[in-house]
């Protein structure tokens, strides 16, 4: 349980609150490379940490995020034009750099040819960097950190997919969900049996699939150097099985890592604003060592819905369901109303991990998973279950079959392929 007031300062992530704060240390991603491409714009509204923005990239293929409003009269700049080098008012053509400053103001410099007003006229501007087939922004102060090179973001030999949704609850929901290894035995097995059952019985299907309940024996969990491992022994498993052993990790401070060699999924849970979070998976699947995946043009993207045709949360899929408590829970989780077990100790810590990262900011530190060195930056390696073969086909075909509906389904089919033998197709659906 958070007093009102801890809850507070653990959800609020507007300027100057001291979550915003430490979310303004970091690089967010705020959209797929490619979905900016399809964009007949060429631009995006984007809403971060509170702030409206326009994210836009120039002929030339620069990329800028500048605040959503003109300077002159306010038009919104998301339907501008897109130059050569830069952003163009739609309502009076002044133009706009990557750095926000105005670089063309068609009338004033005619009656100006100094450029005396244009010359003044700045953007609130923030840099933006691509990685793995996304966008990511920096919203904090200066000097401007490295973009963290988590391992699948850099890995080169192998296909990705994104998975985009925009949540309409509080970032910390997600992220807390990370630290509960329980649920797992709960939402996406008695309770994913239970919603598999009902649907077969209304289609009227003998056939169910459902999966075997995973009791937990024990849990635990350990801070190391980039966040939190998370440690479980299910029922017939030992200490000395992977899921205890190598545990798997939270990044610090809104990232997931889970996966294998085989392949990994990034879940950002990027605060859009204090009630939005922008969800974004990044699967990453990686060829054998001595094999090669094809090669991709682009990183496809899709939305991932989250309700179905009676406007209800979609809870048949394993990531829905997470979607649906996180929901479920309120724009802001009520945290001064719940009743805590031995079941969240996991939460706990993680929420004391928060409070002693904000402290370091309001300190004038840099706080954990801020990185300013580029060699160390080169590849960020977390520990992953380096599992046995049969464990690490499982996770691999669990993957694909999330991200069954991607168009990159025949590549991702291909690169498993040069893992498993006599692998399944991975069907659409
Ligand atoms: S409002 Fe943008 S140029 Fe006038
Ligand atoms: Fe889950």
Same mark, same amino acid.
């Given at each position: 349980m958070l007093t009102q007031e801890a809850n507070r300062r653990a959800t609020e992530v507007g300027p100057g609150t001291p979550m915003g704060n430490l979310m303004r240390r970091y690089w967010h991603p705020i959209a797929a490379s490619a979905e900016l491409d399809d964009e007949p714009l060429r631009t995006k509204s984007v809403r971060l940490l509170g702030e409206d923005l326009t994210l836009f990239r120039t002929q030339r293929g620069g990329l800028g995020l500048v605040e959503k409003h003109c300077a002159h009269r306010r038009a919104d700049l998301a339907y501008g034009i897109a130059e050569d080098d830069g952003l163009r008012c739609q309502y009076h053509g002044w133009k706009y750099s990557t750095t926000g400053q105005c670089i063309e103001a068609p009338f004033e410099d005619t009656m100006h040819p100094d450029g005396a007003l244009k010359s003044t006229v700045k953007l609130t501007a923030y840099p933006v960097q691509e990685l793995g087939g996304l966008i990511f922004a920096y919203l904090g102060p200066e000097p401007v950190p490295l973009v963290p090179r988590w391992s699948p973001l850099v890995a080169e030999n192998a296909v990705r997919d994104i998975a985009i949704s925009v949540l309409p609850c509080n970032w910390l929901q997600c992220q807390e969900n990370s630290l509960d290894p329980v649920h797992v035995?709960?939402?996406?097995?008695h309770y994913g049996n239970?919603?598999?059952r009902l649907k077969a019985h209304e289609n009227r299907q003998d056939n169910?699939?459902?999966?075997?309940?995973?009791?937990?024996?024990?849990?635990?969990?350990d801070l190391f150097e980039y966040g939190i491992i998370k440690r479980r022994v299910f029922a017939g498993f030992t200490e000395e099985d992977d899921d205890w052993k190598i545990g798997h990790p939270i990044l610090f401070p809104n990232i997931l890592l889970v996966g294998s060699e085989v392949s990994a999924t990034l879940q950002f849970r990027v605060p859009v604003d204090d009630t939005h979070t922008l969800h974004i998976s990044n699967y990453t699947f990686n060829a054998r060592p001595g094999t090669q995946a094809p090669r991709q043009a682009r990183v496809?993207?899709?939305?991932v819905p989250l309700y179905d045709e009676r406007n209800r949360y979609i809870v048949d899929l394993t990531f829905n369901q997470d979607y649906s408590v996180w929901m479920s829970q309120g724009p802001i989780a009520r945290r001064d109303l719940e009743r805590l077990g031995e079941s969240d100790k996991g939460v706990a810590m993680f929420r004391l991990l928060l409070e002693? /990262?904000?402290? =370091?900011?309001?300190?004038?530190?840099?706080p954990m998973n801020v990185f300013r060195d580029p060699e160390t930056n080169e590849c960020l390696e977390p520990p992953l279950e380096?599992?046995?073969?049969?464990?690490? /086909?499982?996770? =691999?075909?669990?993957?694909a079959a999330e991200a069954g509906v991607s168009s990159a389904v025949a590549e991702i089919e291909q690169t498993l392929g040069t893992w498993v033998t006599q692998a399944e197709p991975v069907r659409a659906r």
């Open positions: 035995e709960w939402l996406h097995n239970y919603v598999r169910v699939g459902v999966r075997n309940v995973q009791n937990h024996r024990k849990i635990g969990f496809p993207y899709r939305h002693r /990262e904000m402290a =370091a900011v309001a300190r004038g530190e840099d380096q599992t046995k073969f049969g464990h690490t /086909e499982r996770s =691999a075909r669990y993957f």
